[in-house]
T-cell receptor
Framework: DTEVTQTPKHLVMGMTNKKSLKCEQH?????MYWYKQKAKKPPELMFV???????INESVPSRFSPECPNSSLLNLHLHALQPEDSALYLC???????????FGDGTRLSIL | AQSVAQPEDQVNVAEGNPLTVKCTYS??????LFWYVQYPNRGLQFLLK??????LVKGSYGFEAEFNKSQTSFHLKKPSALVSDSALYFC?????????????FGTGTKLQVIP
């Protein structure tokens, strides 16, 4: 069982929809991450939150909007996505930004 | 700048034989090195890390890795492969000097253990 919980597991949305991905951890980790992963490729870092503040934005398009409401939760708000945004979106957390990351099982997103 | 290379897209090994998955890295400062495994439709699972200390690191599920500074390598090993070890393996590196730096993942190696 993973200690990082992501919902939903699957999401299909049209290009005009607005949806949100959710991530939760209760390990007391203070760093949380969003990654995008295409099939058989390594994860690509999107955002890093450290102590609930956005510390890294890897030049991600504004149609992706992260939010960290508290130390246990991380959201990714989606709006006007493109077909090329279809991917597995992974959330991870760690004690510090140099420590091993614990990953959730991801949300598989399909854009119609 | 930091980088990591996994030269083999796929490694095939017979069940019961030893396995090695190769990784080389490049960092400016001291390397923090990690191995992760990913099963189909799952997230990445942490296997082991090297920060400092003993060059032979032992991790989960019987895996170990050897840090070799002169060859800038961190190969993943297991004495006896199981069919259940078949998965995608990622090596990752972070420069341990200075402030926050992101982790860089290798391109991944698919391990196929043949019964």
């Amino acid at each position: 069982d993973t200690e990082v919980t992501q919902t939903p597991k699957h999401l299909v949305m049209g290009m005009t929809n607005k949806k949100s991905l959710k991530c939760e951890q209760h390990m007391g980790h203070r760093a949380m991450y969003w990654y995008k992963q295409k099939a058989k490729k390594p994860p690509e870092l999107m955002f890093v939150y450290s102590y609930e503040k956005l510390s890294i934005n890897e030049s991600v398009p504004s149609r992706f909007s992260p939010e960290c409401p508290n130390s246990s939760l991380l959201n990714l708000h989606l709006h006007a996505l493109q077909p090329e945004d279809s991917a597995l979106y992974l959330c991870a957390s760690s004690h510090g930004t140099g420590e091993p990351q614990h990953f959730g099982d991801g949300t598989r997103l399909s854009i119609l | 700048a930091q980088s990591v290379a996994q030269p083999e897209d796929q490694v095939n090994v017979a069940e019961g034989n030893p396995l090695t998955v190769k990784c080389t890295y490049s960092v400016s400062g001291n390397p923090y090195l990690f191995w992760y495994v990913q099963y189909p439709n799952r997230g990445l699972q942490f296997l082991l890390k090297y920060i400092t200390g003993d060059n032979l690191v032992k991790g989960s599920y019987g895996f170990e890795a050897e840090f070799n500074k002169s060859q800038t390598s961190f190969h993943l090993k297991k004495p006896s492969a199981l069919v259940s070890d078949s998965a995608l393996y990622f090596c990752a590196v972070r420069d341990g000097s200075g402030g926050y730096q992101k982790v860089t993942f290798g391109t991944g190696t698919k391990l196929q253990v043949i019964p």
